[in-house]
């Protein structure tokens, strides 16, 4: 007998009772850009789900800077994707560096420093937002890429060493001990045992910085302000300075800036969640 | 005596090597934390003690508690971190349960419903307030083909914009929560469920007796600092209604910056103290649990 029990149709039914609005829900937003971007700007203007004539001139104008709101299209693509990796490196290094000094070199009053990281991780970046810009402005870093920067690493660095920490102690102590004896410095340990075994760590967490700087918007339109200078995120809100807004470039521009991470994202899923849920949810 | 010599040779040098490695360890130690101390020093403890000083005129707080917007923001603010928060995490408790189902539609499904929070943020707002556009928003032109009359403008009436904030704020991440809930439900053991299946137990048994109580911690956790990150949720106010209609749908998040744009900085500074005593508690509790976990678990 292959045909479903009664019961079996009852859950299936009940999954899909929540499923449908799970899929609809999550898809309808993402819909709706696809569908403005690839819409010529009547036909979407005028509600239709789908338009009777897809273009790509949407993206055509964009990639050509062929309207007043994306004149430097290309220059706030490549900010963005300059302090975006920038944030990530750095990040990488401050915080590979303070995680290896507390873990395994046991350095005097780490514990202290990881729990000031740790307070700082925890306190909502938007109240830190307006002091930071204020200090930048004394530093004379405003307006200046480096202060976007700069700001980013403060932001990524503490999860990032509270990662990295989690990890590094479950690394056997055995292997300083065994390095030591072979005469290594700490240098040579933390380049050639800890940073190869740290590996799935740093994907995860160089990820993380990278997509924390690509998809900021408060920091970045506090510490920048001239057009050429932007990330690309400041140049799409600036759509909103007045009513008529191009939507359907505006939709075109964000899909763009949207494909970098979500791709990155989707590539190293795995590596994603298990750092996530490692950092988290510990407890 | 060779011997002797032999064995005696490498203990030396074993203490030896341990005791300048000890040395410098502390030394290495040191210079490799650096960098993130002077980060740490430069770049968050001297913004907030300069912040502080900033705010430390008792003025500015008159001055704050004066300005109707500040308690309408409170009230926000409150609204917003309790509903929207308990919304979400009891709805990210329910879809956790429902993405253990081993069906291929449902992993596939998971695929898709990450979506809102792996994509950046600006663009996916920007799109809800577009749809929420009360003449050309594809909401309202959908209502206007089946009813032929005119939607309602949304984002125009303070209690629905807030509303949809709220709604895009859980939109957004909802799938971050629920995975980590999910992975606590995975890490429960199958032959608990089993055993009580087999003794006649149903789904809600199941859930109450042993999903719940496994659980009960981490959701705690998670809902501290789902909290605590909701308060300094800027984008989901800032991007979709600007804080109005008339500044009405303002949080502390976004009064903060509101006045620094008016060049107010005492007052911008004394909005963010006044978010202190929402945070630090919050962040005082989360520390200890974490920290108790972590003793339990050494």
Sequence with gaps: ?283 | MTVAAVDHAPSHADTNTGGTGRTDAQTWGLLMILPYILIFLIFVLYPVLYGFWIARNPQSYVKLSSDPIFWGTIRNTLIFVIVAINVKMVIALVLSGFFTAERRWVKALSVLFILPWALPSIPTILSWRFMLNPEWGIINQQIFRLTGKDGPNWLNDPSLALGFSMLVHVWKSLPFWTLILLSGRLAISKDLYEAASVDGANGWHLFRHITWPSMQQLYLTCLILSMIWTLGDFNSVYLLTGGGPADLTHVLATLGVRYLRYDQVDQSMAAIVCALPLVLPLVYILMRRLGSNASEKA
């Design chain 1, 1 to 283: 007998m292959k045909m479903p029990s009664l019961r079996d149709v009852g859950t299936e039914a009940k999954l899909l009772l929540i499923g449908i609005p799970v899929f609809l829900w999550s898809v309808i937003p993402v819909y709706h850009m696809v569908l403005f971007a690839i819409s010529p700007k009547d036909s979407a203007f005028q509600g239709n789900l789908w338009p009777d004539h897809p273009t790509t001139r949407n993206f055509e104008t964009v990639f050509r800077q062929q309207h007043h709101y994306l004149d430097h299209f290309w220059e706030q693509m490549l900010n963005s994707t300059i302090i975006a990796v920038s944030t990530g490196l750095l990040t990488l290094i401050v915080a590979t560096f303070a995680a290896f000094a507390i873990s395994r070199l046991k350095v005097k009053g780490g514990k202290t420093v990881m729990n000031l990281a740790l307070f700082t991780y925890f306190i909502p970046a938007a109240f830190l937002a307006v002091p930071m810009y204020r200090t930048m402005g004394l530093y004379g870093l405003l307006n200046h890429q480096s202060a976007l920067i700069l700001a980013m690493v403060t932001l990524a660095s503490p999860y990032a060493i509270w990662v990295f920490k989690q990890a590094s102690d479950k690394l056997p102590q055995e292997l300083d001990e065994a390095a030591y004896i072979d005469g290594a410095s700490p240098l040579q340990l933390f380049r050639l045992v800890y940073i190869p075994l740290m590996l799935p760590s740093l994907v995860a967490v160089g990820i993380y910085a990278l997509l924390l700087a690509w998809n900021e918007y408060l920091y970045a339109f506090l510490l920048l302000s001239k057009d050429s200078d932007v990330t690309l995120g400041v140049g799409l809100g600036n759509f909103l300075s007045a009513d008529d807004s191009p939507w359907e470039l505006l939709m075109a521009t964000g899909l763009v800036y949207a494909l970098p991470p979500a791709a990155i994202y989707y590539t190293f899923r795995k590596y994603m969640v298990s750092g996530l849920t490692a950092g988290a949810t510990k407890g």
